[in-house]
């Protein structure tokens, strides 16, 4: 594959370069195809230091990827919810869902293996039980089904849109109305590619709505429910409309705001999940408290106006 340095490039690393355009491998294995001899610029190989100067020609030459495959591993894990069929665990900040671009431990998925010793084979080797995700700065619950018939059960509902999302969130600025809904679509962003946007106008559908809990100096908390599944969507919502996710550099938020103490992750949390049994068909909710560590950032904030309607 051939990859075209722009003049925006210029001065750039080259496994700097390739990681921004090819996000779905990891830096690591960017740098070992370098010193391989497998990227060439302008045909001719190169370091991973070395700097672009714009308008180049970046030859990419992929070696096969060795399968990926879960493993038990012992690490904490909080259970909220479990039967014969359906677990569901409060995911912490900073753990990665499953194996990928690099990363093969300290898995959500190998925990759930140390824990449970069998998942659904419906996610593949890599992902056994999976049925959604969480970004890796996002906490709180995440469902998993234990046998086959759950996970097909579960996908269904996820594909259907029946599952009900609620999210807790900090966002930047004074969010003006007390509920609201922003429906954009989000495409993968062109430039940065390791994000979304929702500022094209073009992509997948989506749809973001919320309601403000509180209004605080320099920010509102609010409560979100997303009723498709896009990847990034809150994040790439509310930073279309200029309010970006406390911590959430990636989207704009500053890297920190004075007189705050340092937030080492994304103000974004997965707060309840509401579904149907993928065997019995009862009625489940299942809910996460806000994550210890956001509570006690957020009482450094001063109230800013008055709590939001309900």
């Known amino acids: 594959m051939i990859v075209n340095a722009s003049e925006a490039d210029a001065g750039k690393r080259l496994d700097v370069f390739l990681q921004e355009h090819l996000p779905e491998f990891s830096r690591s294995r960017l740098q070992d195809w370098i010193k391989a001899g497998r990227v060439r610029v302008n045909g001719a190989g190169e370091r991973p230091s070395s700097r672009l100067r714009g308008g180049e020609a970046v030859e990419v030459e992929p070696a096969a990827l060795p399968p990926l495959k879960a493993y038990a591993e012992d690490l904490p894990l909080e259970i909220l919810y479990q039967d014969d069929d359906v677990i569901a665990v409060n995911k912490p900040a900073g753990m990665v869902v499953h194996a990928g671009a690099g990363r093969h431990s300290g898995t959500l998925v190998n925990a759930l293996l140390h824990h449970f010793g069998t998942l659904a084979k419906g996610g593949g080797e890599e992902r056994?039980?999976?049925?959604?995700?969480?970004?890796?700065?996002?906490?709180?619950?995440?469902?998993?089904?234990?046998?086959?018939?759950?996970?097909?059960?579960?996908?269904?509902?996820?594909?259907?849109?029946?599952?009900?999302?609620?999210?807790?969130?900090?966002?930047?600025?004074?969010?003006?109305?007390?509920?609201?809904?922003?429906?954009?679509?989000?495409?993968?962003?062109?430039?940065?590619?390791?994000?979304?946007?929702?500022?094209?106008?073009?992509?997948?559908?989506?749809?973001?709505?919320?309601?403000?809990?509180?209004?605080?100096?320099?920010?509102?908390?609010?409560?979100?429910?997303?009723?498709?599944?896009?990847?990034?969507?809150?994040?790439?919502?509310?930073?279309?409309?200029?309010?970006?996710?406390?911590?959430?550099?990636?989207?704009?938020?500053?890297?920190?705001?004075?007189?705050?103490?340092?937030?080492?992750?994304?103000?974004?949390?997965?707060?309840?999940?509401?579904?149907?049994?993928?065997?019995?068909?009862?009625?489940?909710?299942?809910?996460?408290?806000?994550?210890?560590?956001?509570?006690?950032?957020?009482?450094?904030?001063?109230?800013?106006?008055?709590?939001?309607?309900?």
């Not at 018939?149 to 259907?160: I, K, S």
């Not at 049994?277 to 994550?291: I, K, M």
């Open 128 to 310: 056994p039980g999976i049925v959604h995700r969480l970004d890796r700065f996002t906490s709180g619950v995440l469902l998993v089904a234990r046998t086959d018939a759950a996970h097909r059960g579960l996908a269904a509902q996820f594909a259907g849109r029946t599952v009900e999302k609620v999210y807790l969130a900090l966002v930047h600025g004074r969010v003006k109305a007390d509920q609201g809904r922003i429906e954009k679509p989000i495409s993968r962003d062109p430039v940065r590619r390791l994000r979304m946007t929702a500022r094209l106008g073009e992509g997948r559908s989506a749809i973001t709505e919320y309601r403000v809990l509180e209004r605080l100096a320099g920010f509102t908390y609010l409560e979100v429910r997303i009723r498709t599944g896009r990847t990034h969507q809150i994040r790439a919502h509310f930073a279309s409309i200029g309010h970006p996710v406390a911590g959430d550099r990636l989207y704009g938020a500053p890297a920190q705001t004075e007189g705050l103490p340092p937030l080492e992750r994304t103000f974004l949390h997965a707060h309840r999940v509401r579904f149907s049994h993928p065997v019995t068909g009862a009625p489940v909710t299942v809910e996460a408290p806000l994550a210890a560590e956001l509570a006690a950032w957020m009482k450094n904030l001063e109230p800013g106006a008055e709590r939001g309607g309900n």
